[in-house]
């Protein structure tokens, strides 16, 4: 919500808790949102090319096919030309709704096929 009202200042708070509790926590699944969310404040505050190297540190991880979809999403959304990125994540999404159809897969695949931009 907090990036759709392009409240950053305090998107920025929130991440950086985020990222302190999943850290503490020691959940793979938590600690990706949160560095997702990282990468995200970054590109909002005009810093693309730091949330680009942390999502190639991001993606450099093993990760399960949800969080590659969504990894290639993102980097496909801060970089609308990236096609390989808009592919990749087309198919991931594709295979995660046939095989669990949740509506986030579908809003994703909605907008990796509308183009992308944050």
């Known amino acids: ?18 990222l302190e509790l999943a850290t ?3 959940n793979p699944d938590l600690l ?11 590109h909002l505050q005009g810093k693309t090319r730091e949330g680009l190297l942390q999502l190639d ?3 450099r991880e093993p ?8 990894a290639n999403y993102l980097r496909y959304r801060m970089m609308p030309e990236d096609e390989n990125a808009r592919q990749t994540a087309v198919a991931l999404f594709q295979a995660l709704y046939t095989e669990k ?3 986030l897969f579908k809003l994703r695949l909605e907008k990796l096929g509308k183009g992308g931009g944050m």
Do not use: N, S
């Open 1 to 18: 919500m907090l990036i759709k009202l392009r409240r950053i200042k305090d998107l920025v708070t929130v991440e950086k808790e985020a």
């Open 57 to 59: 540190y991001l993606q």
């Open 32 to 42: 990706f949102d949160a560095r997702a969310l990282e990468i995200r404040a970054l």
């Open 24 to 26: 503490a926590l020691g």
């Open 101 to 103: 159809p949740q509506y």
């Open 63 to 70: 990760l399960h096919a949800e969080q590659q979809a969504e």
